[in-house]
């Protein structure tokens, strides 16, 4: 299986000190040593980061630690391969086009046996059943809502139902995101945390470094962050429960019931 | 304008003398300061390195320069804004995914008021020239080709059609690949070159470093590297026709009529 990390702040925010104890587990603390990836999105343009060797040995992660790119929207990942070969092209997060905005996602679970079918408009290029359900999240997408990104409203009845129905197929947690909207589905094990004013230290769980929030930020800051398990021993942090579909905005996660009559922003 | 970088191999090979000397253009040599950008493909996987400042500043094109990633495709831009703001998503290469494979694109010229009109399949993020004819291209090429992905012989005739249709609006150099198929079209201006045994030494422009491939090669191996002007001041560069589109397959130029029975690799 593979582990997640996921960022949503409502300013761009780098996350170096998350990544550097997330990095850790691609071969130190753990065992997620067959690649890793991550994606930056900045307004509506999006780098992704991915690599084959373990994060803990890789050039490219040795940049991304050292090297703060600040973001409102990240999705980063650290795979032990369990569906498709260790290659450039099964590493997540896998991107596509969708209404004109990147779609950036990150899986981590198992779907046995799971490969999409209608391809008209997006196919897999590895071989990982990640990438497959990915197409089939965007195919239903485009095939909704064929011409232009809708309200959230509308946009999250139509995700929850795929996603409802890829979970069948076995474990299904993610990270999805466009830079706009962004999307934590817990199908076994998630976490999130909400660090905002007043900030205080933080402690990381697989290195020993310690940041103190009240130093970096100003009060209005407000981050959210989402891993498979907590990054932290001196915080709280809340357990997604299997199912749920969370969306996050401006750092905090809201309410299905909150966005009924919001409009999209784009 | 832009600048273009291309490298096609029969061995994956390191570009970094190539873009040692093609980075130096982006703020030192040259005036392309607005963003750059590399996509090496490695089999199918496509890595893509965007930064929005100049390559000569940017910590990521240092990262390239140091860190030999081998690679048969490669396709770098270096920017000096015509059209689009210098924002991340306006930074070639541009990449979708097309037929389970990866399609990068980068360009050199401008096309003013070109606006592709079908956008059935593909939609530009950013709001330049390229990454709107880059998904005219895309269309045209699903469109005639729905499903698969076509033998050399189909796949040229469509593309060279669709490549004088947009070369009409303005200028359109461009360099495009799937990390399988090369292609090199030259509207106003680009070079190559083959470097094959016997190896001996090359001198950059714009850097005074210099390279005894001799050192660093097998006799098999074969690299073509293809540029908007030379890189080297001691090798004899071969300009590519006005109107011309070449296709490169391992590390040469190959004639349109060689390939007419020739069947696709995937």
Same mark, same amino acid.
């Given at each position: 299986?593979?582990?997640?990390?996921?960022?949503?702040?409502?300013?761009?925010?780098?996350?170096?000190?998350?990544?550097?104890?997330?990095?850790?587990?691609?071969?130190?603390?753990?065992?997620?040593?067959?690649?890793?990836?991550?994606?930056?999105f900045?307004n509506k343009g999006c780098?992704?980061?991915?690599?084959?060797?373990?994060?803990?040995?890789?050039?490219?992660?040795?940049?991304?630690?050292?090297?703060?790119?600040?973001?409102?929207h990240?999705?980063?990942?650290?795979?032990?391969?369990?569906?498709?070969?260790?290659?450039?092209?099964?590493?997540?997060?896998?991107r596509r086009e969708l209404w004109g905005r990147y779609w950036v996602?990150?899986?981590?679970?198992?779907?046995?046996?799971?490969?999409?079918?209608?391809?008209?408009?997006?196919?897999?290029?590895?071989?990982?059943?990640?990438?497959?359900?990915?197409?089939?999240?965007l195919?239903?997408l485009k095939?909704?809502?064929?011409?232009c990104k809708?309200?959230?409203?509308?946009f999250?009845?139509?995700?929850?139902?795929?996603?409802?129905?890829?979970?069948?197929?076995?474990?299904?947690?993610?990270?999805l995101s466009d830079g706009d909207y962004?999307?934590?589905?817990? %199908?076994?094990?998630?976490?999130?945390?909400? +660090?905002? /004013?007043?900030? &205080?230290?933080?402690? $990381?769980? =697989?290195?020993? *470094?310690?940041?103190?929030? %009240?130093?970096?930020?100003?009060?209005?800051? +407000?981050? /959210?962050?989402? &891993?498979?398990?907590? $990054?932290? =021993?001196?915080? *709280?942090?809340?357990?997604?429960?299997?199912?749920?579909?969370?969306?996050?905005?401006?750092?905090?996660?809201?309410?299905?019931?909150?966005?009924?009559?919001?409009?999209s922003m784009f």
């Amino acid at each position: 299986m593979c582990q997640l990390l996921g960022m949503n702040c409502n300013v761009p925010t780098d996350i170096c000190f998350s990544f550097e104890g997330f990095c850790a587990r691609g071969g130190k603390t753990d065992e997620h040593r067959d690649g890793w990836g991550i994606a930056f999105f900045e307004n509506k343009g999006c780098r992704i980061f991915i690599d084959v060797k373990p994060s803990i040995h890789s050039p490219i992660a040795e940049l991304v630690r050292a090297y703060p790119i600040h973001s409102t929207h990240v999705i980063s990942h650290i795979r032990k391969a369990t569906q498709g070969e260790i290659t450039l092209e099964n590493c997540h997060p896998f991107r596509r086009e969708l209404w004109g905005r990147y779609w950036v996602f990150a899986h981590n679970g198992d779907l046995p046996g799971f490969q999409a079918r209608d391809t008209s408009f997006y196919q897999a290029v590895g071989n990982t059943d990640s990438e497959n359900a990915f197409c089939y999240i965007l195919e239903a997408l485009k095939q909704n809502f064929p011409h232009c990104k809708p309200p959230l409203d509308e946009f999250y009845p139509v995700l929850n139902d795929v996603t409802k129905t890829l979970s069948t197929q076995g474990i299904f947690n993610y990270l999805l995101s466009d830079g706009d909207y962004f999307f934590a589905h817990c %199908s076994t094990k998630l976490y999130y945390i909400v +660090r905002q /004013a007043p900030f &205080a230290g933080a402690h $990381l769980i =697989d290195e020993d *470094v310690t940041v103190d929030f %009240s130093e970096l930020t100003t009060p209005s800051d +407000r981050v /959210a962050v989402i &891993a498979t398990t907590p $990054l932290t =021993d001196n915080e *709280v942090w809340t357990q997604i429960q299997p199912g749920e579909l969370l969306v996050f905005q401006d750092g905090v996660p809201i309410s299905p019931n909150s966005f009924t009559s919001q409009e999209s922003m784009f």
